[in-house]
């Protein structure tokens, strides 16, 4: 008895925060449609507390913005929220009422269906939008320049900037992250040592290009050198080099922050996993005359191929889509262009809606091989754990 006034009580409580809810979402709707919806409804709010002048102000746009945006923003928590409960406990109620098989096999895809719901809106249908927005003009109509235009010489070079990317900062993030795994959990101070190489991974991208262009800057040789690099540089009688700005130095240059970012996040993957592999194994193969070189290749390196996948998948997508740092640095105009900047560029500044989602497309079609490897990878260690 007790029990089902529980349940009574939840469901009240409920249906009245559904039905609250609703209305806030119904006063939501009509302040996105008004023009001056958030301070129209605040005036009214004031009405009602008697702060007539207040209220005067608001709607001849002389009250402070600030409340009508803290209101906007309530509204739209409350929206929210309100919206899952409401949508939650009708199709709980709902599926409650079928039989147990179906009840069983129905019940996940209402926990799943507010994420799909977010991820169509806000994936999906832009990412549709973007295909179709590829072969289009200015005017609508329906074109294959924008796509004729990445076969030409200046997005040819974008497109292998971004393989050497690809290729380079990928390698290099795995290859020291692998190594350092290895030499670490042989010393004895092994916590003190990562946290040295993780730390860099904390740091945003455009934080990590600000301190680099410290170490790459540069000064007339007349002048003293206080950039780290040129310093030693000229050290040796060599004339100071724009580091980050002059080609071919500027690609590599913008490499090695990525690589010193990626590096850690390897590095703590990798070591989790050589952790992972049975002493008694690596114990085995020396017995059977292995050398440590031998063992590392022939026996740590297989049994960890699973995270050498995911750790080469997860940084080969986020060097695809590197932006911040060719940005922070040049803006792509160094013959470093990237096609995340070239996009923005394409969107932003010649605005050029269509070739822009050419790129975009273009970035999305190759990212995707690495995430279909990488959810592959994923299945294949759940299926053997």
Do not use: C
Not at 26 to 39: F, N, P, S, T, Y
Not at 65 to 83: D, E, N, P, R, T
Not at 108 to 116: H, K, N, T, Y
Request: charged letters at 15%; aromatic letters at 12%.
């Amino acid at each position: 008895m007790q029990a089902r006034t529980q349940e009574s009580g939840l469901a009240r409580f409920v249906s009245i925060f559904s039905l609250i809810g609703l209305i806030i979402a119904a006063l939501g709707v009509r302040i996105l449609i008004e023009k001056g919806g958030g301070q129209n409804l605040l005036a009214s709010i004031y009405d009602v507390l008697g702060n007539a002048a207040g209220a005067e102000q608001l709607r001849n746009g002389q009250g402070d913005q600030f409340y009508s945006k803290l209101l906007l923003g309530a509204i739209a928590l409350f929206v929210g929220v309100g919206g899952i409960w409401l949508l939650f406990s009708s199709a709980s109620t709902l599926v409650e009422r079928f039989p147990a098989g179906i009840r069983d096999r129905i019940m996940p895809w209402i926990f799943v269906a507010p994420a799909l719901m977010l991820l169509s809106i806000y994936l999906v249908y832009p990412a549709v939008t973007t295909i179709i927005g590829s072969f289009l003009d200015k005017k609508g109509a329906f074109t294959l320049d924008n796509w004729a235009s990445l076969a030409t010489g200046p997005f040819l070079e974008i497109l292998r900037n971004n393989a050497i990317w690809l290729l380079v900062a990928t390698a290099g993030s795995v290859s020291l992250g692998l190594l350092a795994a290895a030499l670490f959990d042989r010393i004895r101070h092994e916590a003190l040592a990562k946290v040295f190489i993780f730390t860099p991974l904390a740091i945003s991208l455009v934080g990590a290009t600000v301190i680099w262009k410290f170490v790459y800057a540069w000064q007339p040789p007349s002048q003293p050198q206080y950039g780290l690099l040129n310093a030693i540089w000229t050290a040796f009688g060599n004339q100071p080099v724009s580091w980050a700005t002059t080609f071919p130095f500027n690609l590599p240059a913008e490499m090695i922050i990525l690589i010193w970012l990626q590096t850690g996040f390897a590095m703590v993957v990798f070591s989790a996993a050589i952790k992972g592999v049975s002493v008694e194994v690596q114990e085995a193969a020396r017995l059977d005359g292995a050398s440590d070189r031998q063992i590392f290749f022939k026996v740590i390196v297989p049994l960890i191929r699973g995270s050498i996948i995911t750790v080469t998948t997860t940084i080969a997508i986020a060097t695809l889509k590197i932006f911040d740092i060719v940005m922070s640095i040049s803006g792509g105009r160094n013959h470093d262009d990237v096609v995340a900047v070239r996009m923005f560029t394409e969107m932003f500044q010649f605005f050029n809606d269509g070739r822009a989602a050419a790129l975009a497309t273009v970035l999305f079609i190759a990212v995707l091989p690495v995430m279909i490897l990488n959810l592959r990878n994923f299945r294949r260690q759940a299926a053997m754990s």
